[in-house]
């Protein structure tokens, strides 16, 4: 199992929820099995977010696929301040 791990600054958290949640990099058809967002206690505009997959090229795609797709468009990510900080990493336990 691997995860992606997103971090960056938002303007606006509940914005950002919003185009999270229409999905516009398609999770599930890219092959995201599960995910988690989580936000430091004291910085609401700061998410950290894990996106799980069963297999290491499929985190690749996917953050290739937001990379191209996503971050690069404020009509698609409207709500992203900054650039993401990105990370794939092999789930050992």
């Given at each position: 199992?691997?995860a992606?791990?997103?971090?960056h600054?938002?303007k ?43 297999r ?12 191209s ?25």
């Amino acid at each position: 199992m691997f995860a992606l791990q997103i971090e960056h600054a938002v303007k606006d958290f509940d914005m950002w929820k919003a185009v999270f949640d229409r999905d516009p990099a398609d999770r599930a058809g890219s092959g995201v099995v599960a995910y988690r967002i989580g936000r430091p206690v004291e910085d609401e505009k700061y998410i950290v977010v894990e996106l799980d997959f069963e297999r290491r090229d499929q985190a690749e795609a996917f953050l290739a696929k937001l990379r191209s797709s996503v971050w690069d468009s404020p009509d698609v990510a409207p709500a992203l301040a900054g650039s993401p900080q990105t990370r794939v990493i092999e789930l050992v336990r």
